[in-house]
RNA sequence: GCGUUUGUAGCUCAACCGGAUAGAGCACCGGCCUUCUAAGCCGGGGGUUGCAGGUUCGAUUCCUGCCAAGCGCACCA
């Protein structure tokens, strides 16, 4: 409907400049949107206001003049001009009723639409370091990506899911040292665990899981593991430098390839973890990418190559250097160390080149928010390496606060005590998670309040709106007890009977639904979604609540079943979408 | 200090990307269950959109300055 009186005024406005009251070469960017004020019409627009001006003339007047040029059509029955020049659209009631028979048609493809097709972009979120499980602030990055890249799909976008696993470097050095301590533990030796060490039980369970798939094969005496190794922090010494000393003695004792091989258990086992968790969450991905990978089939080097030959880069301090100042960074960055060893960056300018090379037409990176000073030298390597900044889009995520009530949660990866995903998701819900993280703007900051979230009593958003579900539902299910059955095509034929102030809303409320989708998408905001799925119940529980809906007039009933099984199907589609539950009963 | 993001009702947040009278929930006050689930509904109070300028028909939205907060400023990942 707002893209065919967007087609009328266009055709007016071409009127009009054909005729001379127009310059020929006046930009007209239409503009209709919804009104929010039923007087003000079905649907304004502003052309006149943002035309005025260039074509030196009053708005309201240049209104006048369009509405003389605008073409009819059956479905407009009024329009006019309003306040300081807004053109007003009045809709013919029998096309906010044609919604209802299209959703009990489309079903679950209502809403859905083919805007993205034949465009493949990518999304790769979460990718969190696998030292350990994940917690509530990847939580949010997994709902929200994996909402994003729902949406994508939805509106016919072709959507490849990636998480990028950072399995090179140091960390995983800590974590695989980590895991041969502890099972030294397990062996009967008396390790002294390092204190910048993953002191995680989950380290732990690995350990032993190590020892009951391998005995002591890994065992070595614990004296020659700590033979003339720097003191720890406690004993007074510098914790690096402990841990690092430990990482090369743990490599000198295991030789190469048992070393690999605690090295693949701990990641295997961390990444088996993770995929899980993740899965449970309603999250799945497509493609698991390696950061090893990238080291070991020459990428790196291919892409350090790249820069070097077009110019990027230079030598100093015995380091070389990425001149990404030049294309918008503060500074220029190392990307190989004066020992020789790669950086973590350079990773992840091959990881880009990759990206660019699989020929997405768009490249989604989500990052938690504190990464967001990393944005300009990722886009500084992608423009050096010659590809198309406009397609990489970096979207950032904010951390959630954890509160139970007033009190806050204390979170902290190394000491252990951090809140996992997986005990959130056990305290709340998989919907209740989701629904809270997608509830406000990745960008912002927010609050997360567990007592709300379990709460099934006090007002709880999620219920809210599943409440309205599973009240459809009941519905139904009393039609039948009373020994009615539902007459659908009756209905449509006394869809003109729902003259009610909550059914009219309703119906409009139902006619936005893909608008809604498809801006959400774009947008890359779910949050939207969210609000109008919140919108939608609360009018539903509304028009509940003012009539009946199982009475005795048989053509009025079967036209408020209808209307009410398509709030059912929008209700359902949406909760979907976002991977949360629609229960039949509470 | 530099960069960046954010300041909206007592609290947590929206506001269709510049539109008409800034909206929800929680909390507070007052009503509604012999009728389809009261996890619900109806009504009420509550705002100088951090402050000061600017741009224009029109600003919570764009620009500048100031104030305040978060984050970032490694040859870590």
Redesign the pocket.
Known sequence: MKQKIEALILQAIETLKAEGSLERDLATPI?V?????P??GDF?S?VA??LA?SAKTN?RALAEKILVAMPSDALLIKMEI???G?I?FFMDTRAQYQVVSKILLEGEAFGRSQIGAGKKVQVEFVSA?PTGPLHVGHGRGAAYGSAVADLLAAVGFQVEREYYV?D????MDILATSVWLRYLETCGEAVIFPSNAYRGDYVRDIASALHEGSGTLYQRAIASVMEAIPADEPQGGDKDIHIDALIERAKLLLGAEQYEAVFQIGLNGILADIKQDLSEFGVDYQHWFSERQLMDDGSIQQALQRLEVAGFLYEQ???TWFASSRLGD?KDR?VV???GQS??FASDIAYHMQKLSRGFDQIIDIWG??????IPRVRAAVEALGGDVDKLKVLLVQFAVLYRGEERVPMSTRSGEFVTLRELRTEVGSDAARFFYM???S?????FDLQLATS????N?V??VQ?AY??I???FR?LVEKGFQQDVTQGMEHLALLTESHETGLLTMLSRYPEILE?AAL?H?P??LI?YL?ELA?DF??Y???????IEAADLRNARLNLICAVQHVLRNGLHLLKITSPE??
């Open positions: 503009v949107e919804r009104t929010r004020d007087l003000h304004a502003n206001m943002a001006k708005p309003a306040g300081p807004f007003n370091n950072n090179a470097g140091r960390q301090d015995g380091a503060e190392v160390r004066d020992n950086t973590y928010a504190d990464h967001h000073g990393y509830m406000r703007r960008d912002q900051h927010m609050d099934k009593t006090n007002e958003p219920f809210y409440y599973a009240r539902c009941s519905v009393q801006r947008q905001e949050h939207q609000q919140r609360n529980h509304a509940y609540n003012a009539h009946q809906f199982i009963t509470m």
